[in-house]
């Protein structure tokens, strides 16, 4: 996974510079993680002193960024984090071109809230993934994606609130030609209310399609299988799924 984000260049005087870092997750020794990217990936350039050799339980702590060492009790700690973020998802079927590139670097340095940063994470598809059918579950992204992207930024005052998101919106927007359509799809595990929400429990199962084909492709229409569970719609939220007598 690569990460994208924007930070204050720290010898530029309150200039603003784009940073990448490349993170991922090996199941296997290092020697073993070498031999495959040199083979696979040379212009990396990784070596031994990159890696860290961790259980899969220290990994989590990890890519939640804390530091090394943080003790495993910190998973049981439920206390919410101070601030406020918003998330947004693309899938991208075709190689973004390097002035598309350009501009979304662009739009990351005009974000100039106080205390606010932003991030964009690209998780590459293909390998292993492209092997499941589209129906084989209920998330169809895969064979034909070569990688998604998460957009999030983050901000410490409520006030600052309606900037970020405005901004967000308008790279969204922007990344319209360079993601996939019909539909444009979403990834559910990052949920975007942008794309349309439950009305109170009173809405239609044609009605859920405006965001439901967005995260499920031709698959929401199986999903219907909820009514037979729930037909009285207790268990919903924003975007759950509706049952089909609604």
Known sequence: RSLVWNSEFPFGGGQRAIYAFFT???VGGVDELLHEIQKSFPELGLVKDDCIEMSWIESI???ANFPRGT??????????????????SDYVQRPISINGLEGTWKLLNQLLSENSRAELQFSPYGGK????SESE??????AGNIFMIKYEVYWGEIENSQSNI????ELYEYMVKYVSKSPRAAYFN???LDLGMNNKGNTSYEQAKIWGEKYFKNNFDRLKV???IDPTNLFRNEQSIPPLLS
Do not use: C, E, V
């Open 61 to 63: 702590l990890f890519f």
């Open 226 to 228: 909820k009514t037979k």
């Open 24 to 26: 991922t997750i090996f």
């Open 166 to 169: 405005a901004w967000i919106q």
């Open 71 to 88: 003790s495993l009790d910190m998973l049981l700690d439920r206390t919410n984090q101070i601030g406020f973020f918003k998330g947004k």
């Open 190 to 192: 990052y949920r975007d």
């Open 137 to 142: 579950i209920s998330l169809p992204h895969r």
């Open 129 to 132: 993934l492209s092997d499941i």
